[in-house]
């Protein structure tokens, strides 16, 4: 059967049908095309007898086909560009990238629970391990004496990437003269509950003071600390009274580990 064709002339009549209510179609003079509905739905429906419904889009000025949105008989629903697709639609609510996907502008925001899954590639582990990229944080944290004494908080930052966090302190510490552990506590999140995880840091700085007996700082298994052990063959925690100095001690110190 031969093209039916609606001619432009159509755009000097009110539409293609009228009612008392108005125009449901209008061609104006330059082949523009105008659909009006008074009901609440959808105002056009496309129906294909194949294996697949929509519309293709034209490089101006060419019979070229550059663009289409097509819906498959397979319920999935594909945009895409000349004879490719690169966004594709599922009716469970997935959605897929065929190609990279680049940010001129913006952010992109992944809900609480969720994140980026690398389930697709090869584990390394001898355990079934996560593979859900969460989370990353930038910020700054309070650190505290935990076992008595005051401080002065010169700069204490972190970053969180996933379930890793690496946190930096330079304060001026005063604790009690006592045979407490000497602990800096506030790290902005609780260490892993793995029992037995001990993750080490560094000491960059103690101004004067001979740190030389200490070992590097540790966080502690389901803790929000950093504490010590002496380097002098004893093994045994850096007690307050071990970490005198008048008007206090200058410490920079960093540790990285795995939040719980």
């Known amino acids: 059967m031969a093209n039916t064709k609606v001619p432009k002339e159509l755009s000097s009549t009110p539409g293609i049908a009228d009612s008392s209510s108005g125009t449901t179609m209008t ?155 000497f602990r800096i506590g506030g790290l902005p999140y609780n260490c892993s509950s793995f029992t037995n995880y001990y993750p080490p840091g560094s000491i960059g700085y103690t101004s004067d003071f001979n740190g030389s007996f200490l070992y590097n700082p540790l966080a502690h298994y389901s803790q929000s600390y950093i504490y010590f052990h002496k380097n002098n063959g004893s093994a045994t925690a850096v007690y307050n009274s071990e970490m005198q100095k008048s008007g206090g001690m200058p410490i920079i110190l960093s540790v990285t580990y795995d939040a719980a």
């Open 27 to 181: 061609i104006d003079s330059d082949g523009y095309v105008k659909l009006e509905r008074s009901a609440n739905e959808y105002g056009l429906e496309l129906k294909s007898a194949g294996v697949r419904s929509g519309i293709v889009f034209k490089k101006p000025g060419t019979d070229t086909i550059q663009g289409s949105a097509l819906m498959l008989a397979d319920e999935t629903f594909r945009l895409g560009t000349g004879s490719y697709y690169h966004i594709q639609m599922f009716q469970d609510g997935g959605t897929q990238i065929v190609d990279t996907l680049v940010m001129l502008d913006g952010d992109i925001l992944v809900q609480n629970g969720h994140g980026i899954s690398f389930a697709a590639t090869s584990d390394g582990g001898v355990t079934t391990p996560s593979e859900l990229f969460d989370d990353y944080e930038e910020g700054t944290w309070t650190p505290t004496m935990a076992s008595g004494g005051s401080l002065v908080n010169h700069a204490a930052s972190y970053t969180k990437i996933g379930r890793q966090v690496t946190a930096y302190v330079f304060a001026t510490v005063s604790p009690t003269s006592d045979s407490n552990t």
